[in-house]
């Protein structure tokens, strides 16, 4: 069964730098998103990407963020300089019909120190 | 635009006893219902949803989820619950357009006691 697959499952960062989170949606799906899940609390909205572009994105999207599909496969989340609140669950979906059944990858646990 | 509310942050219930998860929605337009399962360190697993059709959806291990569109809910049920059920259920909605996104509610802990 295809799935969406994320990288790396855990990652540490210090406080400042510049992560990168890693996604590969299914193949033949066209939306794409980003969500965070903060522990304990609910999952949360960031991002909608679909034909190369950000459809919509949440107030916790700012200006640290950014999206990118750097070639066929792969969808990437990227924050310019960590902060501690941005310590969460990341999670990378996709879906072949936007407002449809979305699938999601297991998640990227980020901590930052 | 749309939100979610579960009203339950946690249900305890023993083995085998049926158990209800409430969820209700609010959206102008029409929309797709879905309830998602995080089991214990892991993601998020699409348990079943309702883009339209039947309101009655199932899932393949027992669980079934009601769409009454003039209460705005889609509550879960499951009328024997077993030990391995034990995660955080998520009722999330989206719009029927394109390009919409799933919204989450916050999520309701499912906890059960031998």
């Known amino acids: 069964e295809p799935e969406v697959t994320q990288t790396p499952s855990h990652q540490v960062t210090q406080m400042g730098q510049e992560v990168i989170l890693r996604c590969v949606p299914i193949s033949n799906h066209l939306y794409f998103y980003w969500y965070r899940q903060i522990l304990g609390q609910k999952v949360e909205f960031l991002v909608s990407f679909y034909n190369n572009e950000i459809s919509e994105k949440s107030e916790i999207f700012d200006d640290q963020f950014s999206v990118e599909r750097p070639d066929g496969s792969n969808f990437t989340l990227k924050i310019r300089s960590t902060k501690l609140e941005d310590s969460a669950m990341y999670f990378c979906?996709?879906?072949?019909?936007?407002?449809?059944?979305?699938?999601f990858g297991q998640g990227t646990r980020l901590t930052v120190v | 635009a749309q939100s979610v509310t579960q009203l339950d942050s946690q249900v305890p219930v023993f083995e085998e006893a049926p158990v209800e998860l409430r969820c209700n929605y609010s959206?102008?337009?029409?929309?797709?219902l879905f309830w998602y399962v995080q089991y214990p360190n892991q993601g998020l697993q699409l348990l079943l949803k309702y883009l339209s059709g039947s309101t009655l959806v199932e899932s393949i291990n027992g669980f079934e989820a009601e769409f009454n569109k003039s209460q705005t809910s889609f509550h879960l049920r499951k009328p024997s619950v077993h030990i391995s059920d034990t995660a955080e259920y998520f009722c999330a909605v989206s719009e029927d357009s394109s390009a919409s996104k799933i919204i989450f509610g916050s999520g309701t802990r499912l906890s059960i006691r031998p």
């Open positions: 979906a996709s879906s072949d019909a936007g407002g449809g059944e979305a699938f």
């Open positions: 959206s102008s337009v029409s929309v797709y």
